[in-house]
């Protein structure tokens, strides 16, 4: 799986919107780029993913840069309980290999959302 | 929908014991997957099971092991328990091998484990 780079933390206002970079400049054609969060205390909680399109959902978008060497993931409307670590996981999605099912968690980036 | 439940929620063993860590997976997921997290780490994939059978392990001593059962839940077992064992122990699971697309892994709270 491709590495990636994320900033160690980032502040935002409540109720702004929180844009959260990543870098994977070795991704390859077939990984996808995750993202899941993990509020103090829980389990990681997934958020949304892309290959190169950018995608919307309840929570959270992703936007994928043209080249799928980096991407931004935005929560539009930051709240106090969005306040977690974020991770970036490039992964492939295909049967096969022994990075089949495996998740590879990074450092993640420590958003704060202060009021 | 019952979501993934681990048990217990904290345990405190002695070096060299041995420990089981239990996972119920999410209601109609058939693959489980088992992470350890260090304090002020990113989680570690230790191993996945599909239809009881182990699918994928990560870089993990043969002292931890696992089961699934019939009903999909699963044990985690970790033998010689060491000092650098203590951290959280995550489950996650979710429908067919949790690779493809759409088969996304759900987490469960987790255990917290002390070896003293």
């Known amino acids: 799986d491709a590495k990636t780079t994320q900033p160690t933390s980032m502040d935002c206002a409540e109720g702004r919107a929180a844009n959260l970079p990543c870098n994977h400049s070795t991704i390859s054609g077939n990984e996808y780029v995750y993202w899941y969060r993990q509020i103090h205390s829980q389990g990681p909680q997934y958020i949304i993913h892309?290959?190169?399109n950018n995608e919307t959902n309840e929570m959270a978008s992703l936007i994928i840069t043209e080249d799928r060497k980096s991407s931004t993931l935005i929560l539009p409307h930051a709240t106090l309980r969005d306040t977690a670590v974020y991770y970036c996981?490039?992964?492939?999605?295909?049967?096969?290999?022994?990075?089949?099912?495996?998740?590879?968690f990074g450092q993640g980036t420590i958003l704060t959302v202060h009021p | 929908e019952t979501g993934v439940t681990q048990s217990p929620t904290h345990l405190i063993k002695t070096r060299g014991q041995q420990v089981t860590l239990r996972c119920s997976s999410q209601s109609g997921h058939n693959t489980v997957s088992w992470y350890q997290q260090a304090l002020g780490q990113g989680p570690q994939f230790i191993f996945q099971?599909?239809?009881?059978?182990?699918?994928g392990r990560g870089n993990f001593p043969p002292r931890f092991s696992g089961l699934q059962f019939p009903n999909y839940s699963s044990e985690l077992n970790v033998n010689a328990l060491e000092l650098d064992d203590s951290a959280l122990y995550l489950c996650?699971?979710?429908?067919?091998?949790?690779?493809?697309?759409?088969?996304?892994?759900?987490f469960g709270p987790g255990t917290r484990l002390t070896v003293l």
């Open positions: 996981i490039v992964r492939v999605a295909t049967a096969g290999g022994t990075s089949y099912g495996k998740l590879t």
């Open positions: 892309g290959l190169k």
């Open positions: 099971y599909y239809r009881e059978e182990e699918n």
């Open positions: 996650a699971s979710s429908f067919g091998l949790a690779g493809g697309i759409g088969n996304e892994q759900f």
